[in-house]
């Protein structure tokens, strides 16, 4: 990535975070691409915790997806959370996108989240 590249994607991960935060009730939740791997995190900003994460990075979903860097990893990864949050009784989110374009992996990750029950 480029250094041009990286300070747009920056300049609007900042506008972004401006408008949106999250809260117990309807918690953020965040999603980081690379090239090789997709992460997200769903996050309590009034506590500043961590309340689940998933990643391609995680040995039971590499063992089953094989490659990371591709929609069907950023689908899984997005059944798997909304599983998650679901066992915790959370089925609302704010979803940030992180400054990535909405479009491709993240795109995928979202409408998984979404197929499997999470609304945003």
């Not at 309340?51 to 997806?65: G, M, N, P, Q």
Request: glycine share 8%; proline share 1%; net charge positive.
């Amino acid at each position: 990535m480029s250094k041009d590249t990286f300070k747009k994607r920056l300049k609007r991960k900042v506008a972004l975070r401006k408008k949106i935060s999250g809260s117990i009730e309807k918690p953020r939740m965040t999603v980081f691409r690379s090239n090789k791997n997709i992460s997200v995190q769903v996050i309590n900003d009034d506590e500043g915790r961590t309340i689940c994460s998933a990643s391609t990075i995680d040995k039971d979903v590499r063992e089953s997806i094989g490659n990371g860097g591709n929609k069907a990893a950023a689908k899984k990864v997005g059944e798997i959370i909304a599983k998650k949050l679901l066992e915790k009784s959370i089925n609302t989110v704010v979803f940030d996108r992180n400054g990535f374009r909405y479009h491709g992996r993240i795109k995928e990750l979202a409408d998984s989240a979404r197929q499997s029950g999470l609304k945003f």
